[in-house]
């Protein structure tokens, strides 16, 4: 057993600690102030990262900073690109120093950065994907020889789809991603209290099948 350490967001902390459209007024009217923000977090957990990763055990380092919504990030890429990419990319530095990988979280279409994130940011692996925003396979299709991909059985399927649907949108993932040897399977996001352990173990059985056939 192993452990995978988690830290915070860049982004998140920032907009939560402001309030969205505090933030986003914030980001035009004083920038000076948000640059103060994003200042103040880095020195927090850039610390944080340093002291998890030489933790016995730890083998991945994961942030979770949701960046995005359905069509579009949350403030502009450019902003993106200035205030937040420069402490993910501290962040994934200190990883790749202890040779541990840097696996990233974000919902939303992140579709602008994408490229960001994997030639700047340096992101090892991706987590969080919506079928209605871009099915996991389609991303691996795109991006699958550059990232590692994680999850992408979507929580709406978990939550509301019979077992058996469960089980051939697992399957059809599978088939289309995991030959890569860069994929892991697992939900779209969290496995919230609201899923049917039926669906859940029903994901969990089709990985094991796929993994011992013949």
């Not at 083998?59 to 995005?68: E, N």
């Not at 340096?122 to 994907?129: E, G, I, R, T, Y």
Request: proline residues 4%; negative net charge.
């Amino acid at each position: 057993m192993a452990i995978i350490a988690q830290i915070s967001g860049v982004l998140e902390p920032v907009m939560w600690l402001m309030g969205y459209e505090t933030f986003a007024l914030a980001i035009y009217d004083q920038p000076k102030l948000v640059k103060a923000m994003f200042d103040k977090i880095a020195e927090i957990i850039v610390p944080l990262a340093r002291t998890l990763v030489q933790m016995d055990l730890v083998v991945a380092l994961w942030m979770g900073d949701d960046m995005g919504f359905k069509t579009g990030t949350m403030i502009a890429p450019e902003h993106l690109r200035k205030y937040v990419f420069p402490v993910q990319k501290r962040i994934a530095d200190v990883a790749h120093e202890q040779g541990l990988p840097f696996l990233l979280h974000a919902c939303g279409n992140l579709e602008a950065v994408m490229n960001d994130l994997i030639d700047d940011v340096d992101v090892d692996a991706k987590h969080s994907f919506e079928d209605v925003i871009e099915p996991v396979e389609h991303f691996a299709a795109r991006y699958g020889d550059r990232i590692a991909v994680i999850g992408g059985v979507d929580v709406d399927i978990l939550g509301r789809g019979t077992e058996e649907h469960v089980r051939t949108r697992t399957r059809e993932i599978l088939e289309a991603c995991a030959p890569s040897g860069g994929y892991v399977l697992g939900s779209g996001n969290s496995i919230a209290n609201y899923i049917p352990l039926e669906n859940f173990l029903a994901m969990v059985d089709e990985g094991w099948r796929y993994r011992h056939r013949e």
